[in-house]
């Protein structure tokens, strides 16, 4: 604030630190992460079962840069191993939604899913996934990724709210738990076992393998089935 004289004032280190400022995150992007019980045994077949039909049909063409890409239908083909992950993903979409006044729903989702599997070099470019409510991955093997960091293979979220303070000065960021990564990027590395969602409009990639073996996993969105109003609860 200027004095008398119409200069600044400067506030003291040592004042400024008696303040009581009050910060309220805003806008927050919900990411929900389960590490599911029981996955190694579920993942050898899981496994075995998509290398399978890997061998036997082409790679849809996606987002995915190298790499296979199965159909949308998992679900037919995927086993009793594959659906039991699908109807635990669907257990987390339901309990990470309410309805405008706060209340607990169930809505009756409507679902695709696919498998990926990723060799060397192989990622996904930046996408986002129109028509659905909540998208999520499955990892099935993770390549060695957890282990090792050099092997990349992450699964990379762009912030939203677009550049941030990279806008005007690269150098500074929020004060704050998250504030290191606004205007750029978060990333999730790969483990067995681990399941997360996310918002289906949150922009996102898939960062190259680096590896010698395979990444494979499951995908999959859950929108809403217009044929049926959700059920309060």
Partial sequence: MPNEHGAALMLEPDRMARLDIAVKGLFATPVAAVQLPSSEARNAILRETILQRRATTPSVQASNAGGWHSDRDIADWGGAEANTVLELARQVATQMVADRKGQPIRPRWSMQAWANVNGPGDGNICHYHPGAFWSGTYYVDDGGCADDPLLGGEFEMLDPRGPGPGMYAPALKFAGEDGA????????????????????????????????????SMAFNFGLDQTSAADAG
């Fill in 181 to 216: 990564s606004a205007g750029s990027g978060e990333t999730i590395r790969p483990r067995p076992g681990l399941l997360f969602l996310f918002p289906s409009w949150l922009f996102h990639q898939v960062r190259p393998y680096r590896g010698d073996r395979l990444r494979i």
